[in-house]
């Protein structure tokens, strides 16, 4: 399986960046064929430009500029995020890898004001992600991240589709052995992916 890992760790010796490596060996091991997409590494530009978003809905004409990146994702037949959490919601970088790539006519299509996806070749979805906060506070403010993965981009491919969340909580109060354990875990459950 082709599987694209979207990747949004600016710091590259961070423990961040450490869950994405092994997420990716672990992939790999699995027999996966792995497209990394390091949105930081590849200089990704996350801001929906006036025009960008003047052409929004006029497909294809709205790809050109982030075309490659469309062209990745419309390969993928499994999708791993891995990323931090910062202020309850996703980094600029990965917020507009969503709001420049996943566009009309390449993830969704209107038919009469009702969306219809056109990612029903992924069928897969998997998150490795780390919150400073804890799971209660995550609660609380209703853990938009988990939302986004869970119902809006697993109801994008397909309702029922597997999907295998993440998420190391916490990490303001992190220590060794916590990290230890979540990165073993990440390996254990992206060599079943």
């Not at 200089?43 to 990146?69: C, W």
């Not at 299509?109 to 490795?128: P, R, T």
């Not at 995550?138 to 029922?160: D, E, L, S, T, Y």
Request: glycine letters at 6%; hydrophobic letters at 40%.
């Amino acid at each position: 399986m082709r599987v694209l890992v979207l990747h949004s760790h600016p710091v590259e010796e961070s423990y961040g960046a450490a869950l994405h490596r092994q997420t990716v060996e672990s992939l790999k091991a699995a027999g996966h064929e792995v497209d990394d997409c390091n949105l930081y590494a590849e200089g990704f530009d996350p801001v929906l430009s006036r025009q960008g978003r003047m052409i929004y809905h006029d497909y294809p004409d709205n790809t050109e500029a982030v075309k490659s990146y469309v062209e990745r994702l419309q390969r993928a037949e499994g999708l791993v995020i891995v990323t931090p959490v910062w202020n309850f919601g996703f980094p600029a970088i990965l917020k507009g890898y969503f709001d420049r790539v996943w566009l009309p006519g390449v993830t969704f299509e209107l038919v009469n004001g009702k969306v219809i996806s056109k990612l029903k070749h992924i069928q897969k979805l998997g998150a490795v992600m780390t919150y400073g906060a804890d799971p209660f506070r995550a609660f609380i403010v209703g853990n938009p991240p988990k939302k986004i993965i869970k119902r809006m981009i697993r109801a994008m491919i397909k309702p029922f589709a597997p999907v295998v969340f993440l998420a190391h909580y916490d990490m303001n109060r992190s220590t060794d052995e916590t990290r230890k354990r979540f990165l073993e875990k990440v390996k254990r459950e992206m060599e079943r992916f």
